[in-house]
Every structure is written in C-alpha cells, then in structure tokens.
C-alpha cells in the first residue's frame, strides 16, 4: 500500500500554545489576527483519525499476506509442470490455469488496494473537513481573518531532506499565535465530552 504520504504526514512534530488574551491583544491593535496551524500535528493527535488509519494498515497488511499466500500456491503448483512434457495438452492446460489465476490475483490485488486506498482519501478528506470547521469556528470567536499552515517539526543539521524541507517552509517566524493545540482538543471526542459536561 502507498502510504509514504501518511508517513512525511505525521513525522515527529513540536508546538506551542496560544493564548486567548494574545488573540484579544492583536485583534485591539490589527483589527484581525493572522494565526498558524500544524495540520500535520492535528491529524496525528487526532484519536479517530488514528484508529481508522490503523484499521486501513491492518487490512493492508491482511490482504497482502493473503496474496503472498495464494502467490505461493500459485509457485508449488507451477513446480508440477515439470512432470509434462512441453507441448503435451495435459501441460499446456495446466499452464493456461495458472497463467489465468496469476491474472485473477494480480485484478484482485488491484481491487482491493485501491479500494483501501480510496477509504484512506476518505478518512483524510472526514478529518480535514472537520478540522476546517473548527478552525473556522474558533476564527470567528477570536477575530482572526488568516490561518496559515505550519510545519512546527524539529530539524536536524545532519539531515539534509529536514534541512531542504525547512528552508522551503512558508512560515518563518511567528509570534505563538498558534491554533494546533486548541483545534486537536476540540477535535478530540473525549476532550469536547468533558468540556462539554463541565458546562
């Protein structure tokens, strides 16, 4: 399964924690507060984001031992061609049996990771709409006109694809106006449950 994406996605990441007078102090002295926001940060604390990815990695991981498996019976009876001499109608018949589940297992192959495939989309596409709700929502509590994305991911010196990555980052320096700890409590069941029951 293609899932490099998944892993430069949720890399080891580090943030800090913005503060409701900061919001109030910016909006008096801007008229609008420009904030940062870790998505990659989001979607690794996010619980359900997490039990479904590792549920689509367990069904990966299932379907290609069961193609390894029938892959393998595939071999041991090919081995069996040995028996016939070429040409003879018993061996050509038998070649043409595996020559067709060879083909039958690389469709299905096909089938079935696409399928995982497009329920991984999914699950991002559930999670990303759902954050940009609560991102819209605490922008407009808190007065803020711009959300920038930011990559808070620490950067080591020796590692050259880190230090390539980081020179290329939109955001440079910013002030602790950031909205990734306040966007994965809201976004988290048991966090918004509790909050909600303290009301």
């Excluded at 991911?153 to 050259?160: Q, V």
């Amino acid at each position: 399964m293609k899932s490099q994406s998944i892993k430069s996605l949720v890399a080891g990441l580090v943030l800090t924690f913005v503060s409701l007078p900061l919001f109030a102090q910016q909006t008096n002295n801007s008229g609008g507060v420009v904030a940062i926001l870790d998505v990659a940060k989001v979607f690794k604390e996010n619980p359900n984001f997490g039990t479904k990815m590792k549920e689509i990695k367990a069904e990966a991981d299932a379907l290609k031992a069961r193609i390894q498996q029938q892959q393998e019976e595939i071999r041991k009876e090919a081995a069996g061609l040995e028996q016939y001499n070429v040409g003879t109608p018993d061996r050509n018949n038998l070649e043409a049996s595996l020559e067709q589940r060879q083909a039958a297992l690389r469709t299905q192959a096909r089938q079935a990771e696409t399928d995982l495939l497009n329920r991984e989309a999914g699950i991002y596409y559930d999670t990303y709409t759902k954050m940009q709700s609560v991102v819209t929502s605490l922008a407009n509590q808190y007065g803020i006109s711009l959300v920038m994305r930011f990559d808070s991911a620490p950067i080591s010196r020796d590692n050259r694809p880190e230090v390539i990555q980081a020179v290329n980052r939109t955001i440079v320096y910013h002030h602790k106006v950031d909205l990734t700890e306040m966007v994965i409590q809201a976004m988290n069941p048991a966090t918004a449950s509790t909050g909600q029951n303290n009301k």
